[in-house]
């Protein structure tokens, strides 16, 4: 084989094995860590590109992650109460009520049933452009994109940063499923007695 030949050949190898590698490098570089407001981003930004709000929760703050368990235990316990103490047609109705969210697996899941159905994908979807900035004080940060949108993140005590613009929304929902269960709990009570004078 002469040098001419022999350069053609390592040129086309080197091709067939140096632009799959730079591919592959550029497109799956690895994102920031998730104790940076940047690499929760990303991840997030990743999730609601593949429509799997689960895929995210974890980057949700603590107590944002908190109230969902809360609302699925809530839930849960009132559903049970109903199931064993409500005459019909109230415990069918109120059973259709609770379900979803009492029938949800976990947290990650109540959080993914509320995501669809208050449509917070086209909420974040507006804008997920890239980091043009990361504003940091102290355990609090803002992502702020290339289009000018600022997302809130606190640092959780694990180190990763977590969304904040849910938690409120959450909370709420939390304890309104905390204070339901108190009002089945008693319904409940008073149909029991109500039965067991009967007998």
């Known amino acids: 084989m002469n040098k001419r030949a022999l350069r053609l050949w390592l040129a086309i190898v080197a091709a067939v094995v140096l632009v799959p590698t730079l591919l592959y490098v550029v ?4 994102f920031p860590a998730d104790t940076t407001p940047e690499g929760a981003y ?13 895929g995210f929760f974890a980057y949700l703050e603590t107590e944002a992650q908190w109230a969902c368990f809360t609302i699925h ?3 849960a316990k009132a559903s049970r109460r109903v199931e064993a103490s409500y005459p019909e047609p109230q415990r069918t109705e109120m059973l259709a009520q609770y379900k979803e969210m009492a029938d949800a697996a976990d947290g990650s899941h109540v959080f993914a049933l509320l995501y669809r159905e208050r449509g917070w994908a086209r909420r974040l979807r507006r804008d997920l452009s890239g980091v043009a900035k990361v504003d940091t004080e102290g355990d609090r940060a803002s ?5 000018g949108t600022r997302y809130p993140f606190r640092r959780r005590e694990n180190g990763i940063w977590g969304l904040t613009i849910f938690t409120a929304e959450l909370l709420a929902d939390a304890e309104k499923a905390t204070r339901d269960l108190a ?3 008693a319904a409940a009570d008073d149909y029991d007695r109500a039965r067991g004078a009967k007998r």
């Open 143 to 147: 992502v702020v994109t290339a289009q």
């Open 183 to 185: 009002v089945v709990s």
């Open 42 to 54: 990303k991840r997030i930004a990743r999730s609601v590109a593949e429509d799997d709000p689960r």
């Open 27 to 30: 497109l799956h570089r690895p």
């Open 73 to 75: 235990d809530m839930r």
